[in-house]
């Protein structure tokens, strides 16, 4: 069994108080109380631990209205950018979001064949290629 210790309980919640509001390091506070600043952080230490809420604690009233609402903004914005992402589709199946084509490639190329675009995840094929365009030829066997 460990010794009684030389601090009392009273002694040692003062220290912790004046070390937290202090803009002294716990190592001044420490020098200035005569302790050990290894003793005046371990006291820090477990007092911060028994401030801290339980991990499985229950939420608060505000709390769980602050996570309502914010579940309810997240679900708008998902369905915003779901609708946005179809509105990038133009009705030639390429993607009109500027920078991008539909074809995957440069702008104007007309021989590929559209791989789909990442921002819209549009998937169309396509490219009005020219007869024995390498899309044409590909098709053909």
């Known amino acids: 069994m460990a010794p009684p210790s030389k601090y009392s309980p009273e002694f040692r919640e003062e220290a912790v108080q004046i070390a937290l509001r202090s803009s002294k390091t716990i190592s ?14 371990g006291w820090v ?49 390429r993607c009109n979001i500027a920078g991008r084509t539909g074809a995957g490639g440069v702008a104007g190329w007309r021989g590929s ?6 921002t819209c995840r549009s998937e169309r094929s396509g490219g009005g290629g020219r007869r024995g365009s390498r899309s044409a030829r590909s098709a053909a066997r």
């Open 113 to 118: 064949v559209v791989r789909g675009c990442r």
């Open 45 to 93: 230490k477990k007092y911060q631990k028994q401030q801290e809420p339980a991990a499985d604690a229950e939420l608060t009233v505000n709390e769980r209205a602050r996570l309502k609402e914010l579940e309810r903004r997240n679900r708008e914005l998902e369905m915003e950018v779901t609708f946005l992402k179809k509105a990038a589709l133009g009705s030639t199946g």
């Open 28 to 41: 001044e506070v420490a020098r200035e109380l005569e302790l050990n600043s290894e003793t005046l952080r």
